[in-house]
């Protein structure tokens, strides 16, 4: 079984990134309807919502959103410093760091059954940046590995990418199951974060913190992980 996988590493990495892809999508909804809509990895939403506060709109947050952004910034510059001396693609760096990702978030998860829901502020403010910190740092480590088109984190350009090129737009063609799952993925994952809310908020990071852990564990027992010092080529993954 390993071995198959290994001889195929370009496969192997997309269904690893696509699987953080829908554990990305359970984040989210975690943030957006467990902690005063706030998104933990999609910073595009955040900014949007602080735009829209900053105009004026009632009812919008700014402080979670600001931690969340600030905190998803610093994860990624940590992620982006460890793995800058290593080559593209999946190193024992990358295993480190999404075990590390994985295991903040099995201690986020028994934050949420100790406070029995969402912690009050200003323990708020501390769980949202821990969680929006290692999605930075996941982020950033899924750009390294460099699998077209699955950046696990936001979908617009890979919507753009798959209408553009579709035959509506005129394109020959395109790698539409990589772009469809990744899209498919990530809404799945926010619908099932939402359905386990209703649970309780911990399942939803529970179940995020497993899928990253095993991501983890399949990638570094199959993905040939090294640690050569070599500087990483320039790789478009939004393209």
């Known amino acids: 079984m390993l071995r198959r996988l290994r001889s195929k590493p370009a496969n192997l990495h997309l269904g690893l990134m696509l699987a953080l892809t829908f554990s990305t999508g359970i984040a989210d909804a975690v943030g957006y309807l467990g902690l005063d809509r706030v998104f933990t990895a999609n910073m595009t939403g955040n900014v949007v919502i602080l735009g829209m506060a900053i105009a004026g709109a009632d009812g919008l947050p700014v402080i979670g959103p600001l931690v969340a952004l600030f905190a998803f910034m610093l994860g990624a510059a940590i992620g982006g410093r460890v793995l800058r001396p290593v080559k593209v693609g999946w190193t024992t760096h990358s295993t480190v760091l999404f075990s590390i990702v994985g295991t903040v978030m099995v201690g986020l998860t028994i934050a949420l059954f100790v406070f029995d829901g969402p912690p009050p502020p200003p323990y708020e403010y501390i769980f949202t940046g821990c969680f929006a910190l290692?999605?930075?740092?996941?982020?950033?480590?899924?750009?390294?590995?460099?699998?077209?088109?699955?950046?696990?984190?936001?979908?617009?350009?890979?919507?753009t990418g798959l209408a553009a090129d579709s035959r509506l737009a005129g394109g020959s063609g395109q790698?539409?199951?990589?772009?469809?799952?990744?899209?498919?993925?990530?809404?799945?994952?926010?619908?099932?974060?939402?359905?386990?809310?209703?649970?309780?908020?911990?399942?939803?990071?529970?179940?995020?913190?497993?899928?990253?852990?095993?991501?983890?564990?399949?990638?570094?027992?199959?993905?040939?992980?090294?640690?050569?010092?070599?500087?990483?080529?320039?790789?478009?993954?939004?393209?």
């Open 175 to 239: 790698p539409w199951f990589r772009r469809a799952g990744a899209i498919l993925l990530i809404g799945g994952g926010a619908a099932v974060g939402a359905l386990l809310l209703t649970i309780h908020i911990g399942w939803g990071v529970a179940l995020a913190a497993f899928i990253t852990l095993l991501v983890a564990l399949t990638g570094h027992l199959t993905g040939r992980p090294h640690h050569a010092p070599v500087e990483p080529a320039e790789v478009d993954v939004t393209a």
């Open 134 to 159: 290692v999605m930075g740092v996941q982020a950033a480590t899924a750009r390294h590995i460099a699998v077209k088109d699955v950046t696990t984190v936001v979908v617009t350009s890979t919507i």
